[in-house]
């Protein structure tokens, strides 16, 4: 149980497009979850918290307009990354939290997705 | 300063032999910590998780101990294997909801 997936696993695409990924919990709900960038050999860094139904709320330094997040259901939440540019290549994971919570509060990953922008 | 610090950056080992992983943290106030396993190009899995009057906890031939009062962790790799290789994380949690602080990770390399 508590698996979350990411659509696409990859995707490549031009400067100036904008590319949407996907973050589903597939068995189960999530009132939240949570955006990370990964950078080759560094940690995670949180971009945003996604709350189903209410506004994402946004690291300092992530503009919100460029990186636009949707938690329309308790099972997905989106991340569109608008107006791409190659430094907007990273290595992109979403995480879930279970509701109601569990008493490990635990966060459960999705496997990525590799973003390139050439 | 990164408020979560891991050593060594990463390791080579034989299959076969222990290695042991070292967490050092100031997040504070402190609610849980985390060690994951990141394969590359996958997401982290859950290893481990410990609140702060927990000692240690195992899981399988991986066990985590955690001092609270020094604010160390380490994570013990027992009798190694080649899917071992990947990096390891230790993740502090503020509190039970609150944001997670990532280490940098160790990587490690199983060799046969």
């Known amino acids: 149980g508590a698996v979350v997936s990411q659509h696409p696993s990859w995707v490549i695409c031009k400067s100036g497009t904008s590319v949407k990924i996907e973050c589903r919990s597939l068995d189960f709900q999530a009132t939240t979850m949570f955006w990370y960038r990964q950078f080759p050999k560094q940690s995670l860094m949180l971009m945003a918290t996604s709350n189903e139904g209410s506004k994402a709320t946004y690291e300092q330094g992530v503009e919100k307009d460029k990186f636009l997040i949707n938690h329309a259901s308790l099972t997905l939440s989106t991340l569109t990354v608008t107006s791409a540019h190659p430094e907007d290549s990273s290595f992109y994971i979403c995480?879930?939290?279970?509701?109601?919570?569990?008493?490990?509060?635990?966060?459960?990953f999705g496997p990525g997705t590799r973003l390139t922008v050439t | 300063k990164n408020q979560v610090e891991q050593s060594p950056q990463s390791l080579i080992i034989l299959e076969g032999k222990n290695c042991t992983l070292q967490c050092n943290y100031t997040v504070s106030p402190f609610s849980n910590l985390r060690w994951y396993k990141q394969d590359t190009g996958r997401g982290p899995v859950s290893l481990t998780i410990?609140?702060?009057?927990?000692n240690t906890k195992s899981n399988g031939r991986y066990t985590a101990t955690l001092d609270a009062d020094t604010k160390q962790s380490s994570l013990h790799i027992t009798a190694s294997q080649l899917s071992d290789s990947a990096s390891y994380i230790c993740?502090?949690?503020?509190?039970?909801?609150?944001?997670?602080?990532f280490g940098a990770g160790t990587q490690v390399v199983v060799t046969p």
């Open positions: 993740v502090v949690s503020l509190s039970s909801w609150g944001k997670l602080q």
């Open positions: 995480s879930a939290r279970i509701n109601p919570p569990s008493a490990r509060y635990e966060q459960y």
């Open positions: 410990m609140t702060f009057s927990e």
